[in-house]
C-alpha cells in the first residue's frame, strides 16, 4: 500500500493518476460579447442579456453557472443524483454565484477559491477525488461575470472609467466539465498543482503580469517532474495570461531555453478578436472554463489532438491587500488530459 | 478496481477511508479574548496584541494562520518540505490570508472557501488526497480575525454599533492540522462532505439559526450511511451554532427522537466563558479550528475520549447578497476522528 502510494507522487509536485479519469461530458455558457468571438460555435449557449432576466449581476452569474452545469449533465448524458461532488469556485467574494448553485444541486458541495486558476484546481480535485475512489462521478465548475466583478474589483462599468491597454476583459461565462472513472473521453493522466509566486506586481489591472511567473512555475515543475518534453504535447494552454502575461512566459521560457511558442495558446488571447476592444486579451474563471470545456474539449473529442497540458492561472489578491500595498501574489494548477489511443504513457 | 470504489462510497453522501489518515499533530493560537477563556490551557499561543505588529487586520490574520501552521508542523515533527499539499481558506473576501500564507509555505497550495465549515472542509480534502495516495502529507488549516471581519461583514467595531443577544463573536485566531499515512495518532475514518441547506434566514447577525439546518442534515446522512448511532460517539461536535443555533439543532434532532444531548457539544458555546460578553458564542473559521485542533485533540490523543464526528458548519452569504434579499444559504462537513484502538470498526 504505502509504495503504490509513493509511486503516485512522482517529483515535488507532480501526481500520477493510475484510475481511469474520463472528461465524459462539458457545459459553457457566454454573454454576447463572447458569443460574437473566435471560439462562438464551441460553446453551448450565447445568452443575448446578460442580466438574464435575474435582479443582479451577482445572481446573473450564479444563473450562468447553473446552466453550464445543465449543459455539461446533458452532455455527459447522466442524471444530477449521479453525481458524488460538486467542486466549485469563482471570483465573487465569499464565492457566492457558486453556493447558490450548490444550493439548487443539492450534492455533496466542496466550494474553492482559486481565482482564476479555479477551472484547473475544481478538475485536479475531480482527479484526486476519482483516484481515492470515494467518488463515481464528480462535477467541476466555474464562473465570471463582467459586470459583477468590474465592480467589486475596480469600479462599476457604468463609471466608465478608461483601462490601461494591457488590461484585461472579464469573460461573462460559465463552464462545467464532468470526471468519471467509466465511460468514455479524453482522461486525466497527471496533476501539478501549483505553489504561490508573487514578482512584486502591485497594479489591479495588470494580472498577466502577475500571474506569468506562476505558469513559468507550473510548467517547469511539471515537465520535470514527469520526464517530458514540450514536444510531447499538442497545445500548452495557459488560463488568462492575455498578450502582457503571454510575452512575458514566452520570454521567460526563452531565457531556460524552453521552446514553447509552437504549442502554446491562451484563452484569454483566443477567446476575443482583436477588432472586439478586449485590450489584453479575455480573463476571469470563466476565460479558461469556455475555452477548455468548449474550445479544446472538441479538439480533443475530434482527436484533432491528443495530448494537452491545461495550465490555469489565478491572482490571488483582493482590492484591500492591493490599497494596504501587499504586491499580487499568483498561483497556476496544471493538469494533463489525453486521449488514450496516443502513443504516451499508459494508463493503468 | 471498480468494486473496492463502491465500497468506499457507502450510503447517498459518506465516504469510508480504507487506508491510515493520521492527524499527526496540531497547531493552535488564540487573540487575547480567546485566551482568557475555558480553554486557554489547550492552545499553543495566546496573543497579545491582535494586530501582531502587522499594519492591517487582514495581515494580522495571515500572521495568525501562518504562526498555528508551524505549530503544527513542529508538533507533528515533520519539515515543511514534507508536506505534499497545503490546503486552507478564510472568510476573507478571496481567502486572502490564506493566500499570504501559501506564498510563504511554497508548497502546492488548494484554496479553499467554505465560510465557518473550511476546518472540516479543508482536513475532509486531505483524508481525500491520503486516500488518494498522490501525497503522503497534507496540512489542512484555517483562520478568522473578529477586526478584519466584522469590518467586512457587518460594520468596524470602532462604529460601537451593538449587537443583537443571538449575534456570535468572531474567533481571532488559527488552527493547523497534519494528516499523514503514517505515524501515531487519531485517524479519520469516514467524511460526511455536505450539502447546501437554506431555510430563509436573512439576517446575517442570525447565523446560528442559518446554519443549524445544514448541521441537522449531515449528522442524519452520516448516521444512516453508516449505520451508526449517536451513542457510538464519545462526542459529537458542532462548529460554531452558538446559543440560538445549538437550540435549534436539539429542538430538530428531538422532533426525529434523536438525543444528542448528552454527547453534543459546540465549539461556540466551548470557546468563551458566560461572563465574555460574547452573546451567543464564538464564530468564524477559528472557533471550530482551534477547539478541535486544541481542546478536542488533546482529549483525544490523552485517550479521555476516543470516537468523536467533527461537524463544521458555515454561512455561505455575503454582504451583497444579503443586501439583494437573498437568504443565507449554508453548509455542513462532517468527519468522524477516532483512536485506533477502540472497538468500533477495523480501520483498513
Known sequence: MLNSSNLKKIGQQTGKLTKKAVLIGTGTIVGPKEGQGPLKNNFHEIIKDELLGMPSWE???????????????????????????????????????????????????LGLFGACSTMTESLLLSAIIIESGLGNNVMAATSSHNKGLERQFRFPTEYGGQRPPYAQWTVSGAGAGILSNSGTGPQVTYITPGKVNDWGIFDPYDLGSAMAPAAYDTLNAHLKDTGRKVSDYDMIITGDLGVQGT???????????????????????????SDQDAHAGGSGCACSAVVMYG??????????????????????????????????????HGISIENSMTGGDKIG
Chains 1, 2 share one sequence.
Not at 514553447?260 to 491562451?266: M, P, S
Not at 475530434?302 to 501574489?329: C, E, W
Open 247 to 273: 510575452t512575458m512566459l514566452r520570454e521567460m521560457c526563452k531565457q531556460d531555453n524552453l521552446e514553447i511558442e509552437a504549442v502554446h495558446h491562451d484563452c484569454g488571447i483566443m477567446v476575443f478578436g
Open 59 to 109: 445572481q446573473a452569474e450564479s444563473e450562468l453557472l447553473y446552466r453550464a452545469c445543465h449543459h455539461a449533465l446533458g452532455n455527459a448524458k447522466i442524471d444530477l443524483q449521479e453525481l458524488d461532488y460538486f467542486i466549485a469556485g469563482d471570483l465573487l467574494n465569499q464565492t457566492v454565484s457558486s453556493n447558490l448553485v450548490a444550493k439548487k444541486m443539492q450534492i455533496p458541495y
Open 295 to 332: 474550445y479544446i474539449y472538441n479538439l480533443l473529442t475530434s482527436a484533432h489532438i491528443n495530448k494537452v497540458l491545461l495550465m490555469a492561472t489565478g491572482a490571488l489578491h483582493n482590492p484591500q491587500i492591493v490599497q494596504q500595498n501587499v504586491s499580487i501574489p499568483s498561483i497556476c
